[in-house]
């Protein structure tokens, strides 16, 4: 069994109590924050920028799981690692070649993550996995919280988990989108370790006991 994060997504929280937010999560016993980045280009949203994690990084200390769902990642993950993300997820259909921006993301000190969407066989990315330290398998198509879990990514997840523990890869799975109690489970039992959830937990009145009940179905502590 792997160990379990959870990675609240700030997407849903309440910007104007921004800190507050953040904090009050991490209190619930948040283990990473997941951090949404959209420029309007690449989704059509837009979001936070560089500036934002920067004042975000001061604020907490658990770790930025920066997710970039931007048109051009080579050039502005530099500044969203060098504002405090410990790590970084891009989309292959951003980049030119996406084995360099990975390697790019880690020579500058984070963690790099590439980026399934829903729709994208795994062939497509797995010639990434060898510069990867974690896979976010997407569960809605990136764009905007509080959409509606989309089920048949599920065997996916067990393909992915498959294949790193056959080649026994140093690989983190983290799922996102439309994760809350009623499917954490589902998710986790398919390989997901690290497991982003936006409206699932600051839609709900008491972020702790959301937390406790995620845990309490997958049955897992941490
Ligand atoms: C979707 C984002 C997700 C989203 C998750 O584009 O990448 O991280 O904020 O929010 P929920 O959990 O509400 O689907
Ligand atoms: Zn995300």
Redesign the pocket.
Known sequence: MHAMKIAP?I??ADFSRLKDEIQAVEAAGADWL?V?V?DGHF?P?ITIGPVVVESIRKVTRIPLDV?L?IADPDKYAPEFIKAGADWVSIHPDTCANPNASLQKIRELGARASIAVNPDVPLEQVEACFRDVDMILM??????????A?IPSVVPKIEAVRKIIDEQELAVLVEV?????TDNIALVVRAGAEVI????????TPDYAETIRQMRQTVGRQE
Request: charge should be neutral; avoid cysteine.
């Open positions: 997504s997407l849903s997941h949404d959209m989704v949203n997710h769902m997407m569960t809605v198509f990136p764009g905007f919280g509080g959409q879990f996102d989108g439309g994760i809350k982003v959830s936006g409206s699932g937990i600051f839609k």
